[in-house]
């Protein structure tokens, strides 16, 4: 019984959270989406759903994971356009394509390097580096290619990105619930995890405890250079042709899935759990609007708006609850006295 009890209890406190409030807002979304669309539940529109946003969905992962650490990286998209378009340079100058992969591969590598360097080694702030290298990164992406867009790949990278592995579901689902589920274990049941949200909270105070704050930071931007790339490579795979601006202006997706999930852009707090819940929404929201028939530059705004509220939102409910918190002292202290 105890311990049916402090499940329950820990089930309502997360229903009483920023998380459980996600809950209602897609439970909310999918049921108006689903009186809008009669196929809209059907496996193969939610499949549909993951797939058409999943390389978004997939650096999502590792974005949450610095934002958490008190960093961002906004650089995360041009590397996704650039492991691609060196791909496509590489495979058009009859390179052989397993060794443009790797090449590829290895410049995401690099480039989570270089800004790890920046970042953790020399202090700079991840925001201006970041903002710097996406600009760096997407031209170097558009030297390459130009204004050409190159197809004709492999037949079996198209399906790779194309065709479903098992049943409904593609390999880029598929990896994204690999990452997921590695990335869940690493932050919130391991010790790693544990130092990503110290450092967030307090750099100074993790430094002083003897934690190497420079070699989590240098960890975390390898992992989002690396990850950056295979999401480059599979996007390139699904739509089986790469042009220069590949991956333009996902960053504000991408950092909405981490944000409204409740984590926190001054770092420190925050769950997975929470940015699953938020990557549905978003999903959600994209895919009725579509439906719907508005326009994408209507459907950005949309998301434009989310982010705000992802921002604001968990704000005012801890303020709120601090505000509670100090009426039920002040009641308490009256009736002692």
């Known amino acids: 019984m105890p311990a049916k009890a402090n499940l329950l209890t820990t089930i309502w406190q997360r229903l009483k959270s920023w998380e459980g409030l996600l809950l209602a807002l897609l439970v909310a979304i999918v049921g108006i989406n689903s009186l809008n669309a009669p196929g809209y539940l059907t496996v193969a529109n939610q499949t549909n759903l993951f797939v058409l946003s999943i390389e978004k969905v997939i650096v999502a992962i590792t974005m949450t994971l610095l934002i958490i650490n008190g960093e961002i990286d906004l650089s995360a998209p041009s590397i996704m356009g650039l492991s691609a378009c060196l791909t496509a340079f590489l495979f058009r100058d009859n390179i052989p394509f397993g060794t443009a992969l790797f090449l590829a591969m290895a410049v995401g590598l690099a480039c989570g390097l270089f800004n790890g360097f920046w970042i953790a080694r020399v202090g700079l702030n991840s925001l201006v580096v970041t903002l710097a290298m996406l600009i760096c990164y997407r031209g170097l992406a558009r030297v390459l290619l130009e204004d050409e867009s190159i197809s004709q790949f492999p037949a079996w990278f198209n399906e790779l990105g194309q065709k479903n592995l098992i049943g409904p579901f593609p390999m880029s689902l598929l990896i994204f619930l690999g990452l997921f589920l590695i990335a869940l274990v690493i932050l919130q049941y391991s010790g790693f995890g544990r130092l990503i949200y110290v450092i967030g909270n307090s750099k100074d105070v993790a430094r002083y405890s003897g934690v190497r704050v420079p070699k989590v930071k240098f960890l975390l931007y390898i992992a989002s250079g690396l990850i950056s790339a295979l999401a480059g490579l599979l996007l390139a795979a699904r739509l089986g042709a790469v042009r220069g601006d590949l991956a333009s202006g996902y960053e504000l997706d991408i950092i909405t899935m981490s944000l409204l999930g409740g984590i926190s852009i001054y770092g420190g707090s925050g769950t997975l759990y929470g940015v ?25 705004g949309v998301i434009g708006i989310l982010l705000i509220l992802s921002v604001l939102g968990p704000n005012l409910m801890r303020d709120a609850r601090a505000a509670i918190n100090r009426r039920r002292l002040q009641a308490n202290l009256q009736r002692r006295a």
Do not use: K, Y
């Open 276 to 300: 699953f819940l938020s990557i549905l929404i978003i999903l959600n929201v994209r895919n009725g609007m579509g439906l719907a028939g508005l326009s994408g530059h209507f459907q950005t």
